[in-house]
């Protein structure tokens, strides 16, 4: 039976025509997809941002080239597994990555709340030039501005990106196409769960620690193999869920996944029990899927298994022609309509 | 005489050791050199980044590219002349400019505070698009976040950018000489007094507006005429005084400028005067000053005086051999060390 689910944890279908913003608008899911619509995409109207991609692609005197931004406002701002500084870096990194592009530049802009400690400053940016070092990225601009207690929350960065598009393909939500293996680069819900458990202070046997990490190799190995690799997202807010329905409409094919093929941690899916949380919306900042020729599937999980980042990967499901839906064969066996996330599961994820 | 000088209404030197941020670190004066020197270069070393230009300048394969970023937190959001939105585009586009680049694209990140009203979001975003479009360039990828009320202050916008540098010039502080022209743009102050008077509640005759523009035209009308540029700077935090003292210091020159020859409005100079602020200190958001070689200097100031952002423009001084410090000779006859802007003036300007 195929029914349609409202995901775990999330709220009811908040109000959408609200006249002011809510938390939920950062959500990532179907509030976030509606405030880009009806405000974004009117007025900043051009090929580059319809394309509703990771990364905008450019052409610039013959060169093709991926730019892309986020603005990071996690809290709290140093978690296992990482900090606000790393997730800046291998965030931006990754969405270049997710166009197929080989990460050369980053910005950082700094939005300080005035009285936060210096050290911890300090620490933040030490994290973020690590990062930057392991992917060989440049950080090569930037911006400190300060505000007034009480306007802020510790600090804010914001990163954008440049990377440089060698690959012939074009890796676009808008490319995959009916047939396509969903291959999924590792287990979910690291991250999401890594911050939630600090927040609630849960304690578990050993520390959930956040997947962030920079995507860059395996993307790399695979495009160096020449896999047909026709989309690539990673699993940021609104988890793998959203991830899926936003390449189902971008290419107007149907999605089905295998629910005994994607991999949970045993304490991350106790987790998810306990705070009422669906692993599939949960935030990851380390993985990601890749939408190839079937032909390639096989190839495509080895070198991706040859990868630390990516070690578990595997085949999680395949493009069908049809609606443009995600459907999940439940390891029960029945099937269940996986909807994008609507409103605001996890606030201030990344 | 030439005597040290502490610039008008702002603080005494604040103790820059300090173990929290300040609001100064944010102002575009000493505070944020010190912030940058001791934190920021030190973890992210690299040539771009530590030629302090407005852009950085980068080379992907053959192709100059000037990549820049900043955040806006400006309040009011709305001010005569303008409003955040065209602020964080003519802002990002100068920064382009005043590397001799053509701006091409811009990222928007958006942080906005939980309960923000969804049409002055819409308001803005109508006026950065009409700001990108009166200037050629497009915003192609953004990313909006949103943090809970009492953690942010209505909106804060991240503008990146990127241009593409087509003049074999190399424009930047370090390329100044002794014995160049330095040409202002236009009379100073008047961004800075927009913005105070609307916080204090000051009335004037007519309203002080905001010289918020974008300043790409003259910039591309001197490359294209051939004059022989050697650095350009916008008057942004920290005023006209603190740009010299940069560039003296980058390009280890001395510079002369006559106070005589620094236009400021009669409206913009009485609101200084109540408010205790020097103008050559006052934030500028469509002001810049050009070093030319002193051959081109004349057609220069006519050149930009075609233009109708810099109608005003005119020479103000000259670099000199010797100390790398700012020199002004004043109004009444006398000679006066003009220094970099220590501490906050004006919190949030921009």
């Known amino acids: 039976m195929t029914t349609p689910d409202v995901p775990f944890g999330s709220c009811p279908l908040p109000h959408s025509n609200a006249s002011s913003i809510m938390l939920g608008h950062g959500g990532g899911g179907t509030l976030t997809q509606s405030l880009i619509e009806t405000v974004f995409l009117p007025a900043f109207a051009n090929s580059a941002l319809s394309a509703r991609h990771d990364s905008a692609v450019l052409e610039v005197n013959g060169q093709r080239l991926a730019f892309t931004t986020d603005s990071y406002v996690v809290r709290p701002l ?25 990460p050369l530049y980053l910005s950082a802009g700094f939005i300080i709340e005035e009285g ?13 030039q690590a990062a930057a070092t392991e992917a060989g990225v440049q950080i090569v601009t930037g911006d400190t501005k300060v505000v007034d207690k009480g306007k802020g929350d510790g600090v804010f960065i914001n990163t954008a990106g440049i990377g440089v598009i060698e690959t012939p393909l074009t890796i676009a939500p808008g490319s995959a196409r009916a047939g396509d ?4 680069s590792g287990d979910i819900g690291r991250h999401g769960i890594a911050i939630m458990a600090v927040r ?13 990490a920079s995507l860059h190799a395996p993307v790399a190995a695979l495009l160096r193999a020449g896999v047909d690799v026709h989309c690539l997202r990673d699993l940021t807010r609104g ?15 149907g999605v089905e996944i295998t629910e005994r093929e994607i ?5 991350v899916r106790g987790a998810c029990e306990i705070l009422g949380l669906d692993p599939l919306y949960v935030a990851n900042e380390g993985r990601f899927v890749a939408f190839v020729a079937a032909g390639d599937a096989e190839r495509a999980v080895k070198i991706l298994r040859g990868e630390p980042v990516s070690f578990d990967a595997r085949m999680i499901g395949q493009t069908v022609t049809g609606t443009a839906q995600v459907v999940l064969r439940t390891a029960i066996g029945g099937n269940r309509v996986v909807d994008m996330l609507s409103g ?3 606030p201030r994820i990344c």
């Open 78 to 102: 140093f978690f296992p597994g990482g900090d606000i500084g790393k997730l800046a870096v291998t965030g931006t990194i990754n969405d270049l990555a997710m166009a197929g592009a080989r």
């Open 116 to 128: 936060f400690a210096k050290s911890d400053l300090a620490k933040i940016v030490a994290s973020m």
């Open 181 to 184: 293996a969903i291959i999924l």
């Open 200 to 212: 609630e202070g849960l304690e578990f046997e050993s520390t959930i620690e956040s997947d962030c």
């Open 239 to 253: 988890g793998l869920a959203s991830a899926l329905n936003e390449i189902a409409q971008a290419a107007a094919v």
């Open 263 to 267: 991999p949970v941690d045993t304490q």
């Open 344 to 346: 605001e599961q996890l």
